[in-house]
């Protein structure tokens, strides 16, 4: 099994550019999760998605869509990327949205200028 | 207010010496606690989970402590190896739903 993979590893964007973070599984987890994790804070929930069809917004939502069309896909979209949305960005996934234990792909790092 | 917070920031001790990280808590209801450990560039890995009725638990060189009545939990390090060098997160459970409360982590390096 591969886990939780993310996509890019890292990426530059200019303000106001839109972009897609991709997020896979192949453990069939039901709960997936985006976090953003920034100097000096805990990670922050920004979205979630309880299974196929069914998602919800975090901590942290606004500038951020997510869709989940499959169990093993979770893509994080930047509609107009901003400064403030620089970040340290993690995908996660348990095997239902009860379990106690996530687990988390390698991040991607985002920077916004 | 729900929060959790951890002691020390950073940390950098020698190769083989013991350390004890700290995570004070005050997420209500308390579910369960987990620690975890992310090397630099990567993902958190779990660790160890504590719940209520759990007061020690050990993973290899790795053992944590819970006290629910003063909600503090540790992590204490024996034999500290260069491997041991990354940021450990302490997580906290609020109730049964996926309400999980992040600390900023403790920075630990270890130097030969």
């Known amino acids: 099994n591969a886990g939780v993979t993310q996509t890019p590893k890292f990426q530059v964007l200019k303000t106001g550019q839109s972009m897609t973070l991709q997020c896979a599984q192949d453990?069939?987890?039901?709960?997936m999760s985006w976090y953003r994790q920034d100097p000096g804070m805990g990670l922050r929930l920004i979205h979630y998605?309880?299974?196929?069809?069914?998602?919800d917004q975090g901590e942290v939502p606004n500038g951020y869509n997510v869709s989940r069309s499959t169990t093993e896909d979770f893509p994080l979209r930047l509609l107009s990327a901003a400064p403030s949305q620089t970040s340290v960005y993690f995908c996660?996934?348990?095997?239902?949205?009860?379990?106690?234990?996530?687990?988390f792909g390698p991040g991607t790092r985002l920077t916004v200028l | 207010k729900n929060q959790v917070e951890q002691s020390p920031q950073s940390l950098i001790i020698l190769e083989g010496k013991n350390c004890t990280l700290q995570?004070?808590?005050?997420?209500?209801?308390?579910?369960?606690l987990r620690w975890y450990k992310q090397d630099t560039g990567r993902g958190p890995v779990s660790l160890t989970i504590?719940?209520?009725?759990?007061n020690t638990k050990s993973n290899g060189r790795y053992t944590a402590t819970l006290d629910a009545d003063t909600k503090q939990s540790s992590l204490h390090i024996t034999a500290s190896q260069l491997s041991d060098s990354a940021s450990y997160i302490c997580?906290?459970?609020?109730?049964?739903?996926?309400?999980?409360?992040f600390g900023t982590g403790t920075s630990l390096t270890v130097i030969p």
């Open positions: 998605s309880v299974g196929a069809g069914i998602t």
């Open positions: 504590m719940t209520f009725s759990e």
């Open positions: 453990m069939n987890h039901e709960y």
């Open positions: 996660a996934s348990s095997y239902e949205w009860t379990a106690n234990e996530q687990f």
């Open positions: 997580v906290v459970r609020r109730g049964t739903g996926n309400q999980f409360y």
């Open positions: 995570c004070n808590y005050t997420v209500s209801p308390f579910s369960n």
